[in-house]
Nanobody, 115 residues
Framework: VQLVESGGGLVQPGGSLRLSCSAS????????MSWYRQAPGKEREFVAL????????NYADSVKGRFTISRDNAKNTVYLQMNSLKPEDTALYYC?????????WGRGTQVTVSS
């Protein structure tokens, strides 16, 4: 199983970024995917989840209305569109999948929101 995140960077407050997570080594369309983030000195926290077909999504209260999770099963990729970014969104963003009680994580992509 391999999950590779990309798309992070430095953005000003109010700006936008689109993260991607490319998956391989498993049947991507069979599993829910999620995004988490970890800010310096804080625990890793849930950001968003999407079901196998994309019909079900769930978001942390802190990002509702600003972030959108989506997936392309033909490309084995999950996305996180982040709008109206705030300094408190600064973190290392990870994608995750899991089955049979085991979680699989990517290495993360850094998002920094600063003027």
């Amino acid at each position: 199983v391999q999950l590779v995140e990309s798309g992070g960077g430095l953005v000003q407050p109010g700006g936008s970024l689109r993260l991607s997570c490319s998956a391989s080594g498993f049947t991507f369309s069979s599993y829910a995917m999620s995004w988490y983030r970890q800010a310096p000195g804080k625990e890793r926290e849930f950001v968003a989840l999407i079901g196998r077909t994309g019909g079900i999504t769930n978001y942390a209260d802190s990002v509702k209305g600003r972030f959108t999770i989506s997936r392309d099963n033909a490309k084995n990729t999950v996305y996180l569109q982040m709008n109206s970014l705030k300094p408190e969104d600064t973190a290392l963003y990870y994608c995750k999948t899991q089955w049979s009680g085991r979680a699989y994580w990517g290495r993360g992509t850094q998002v920094t929101v600063s003027s």
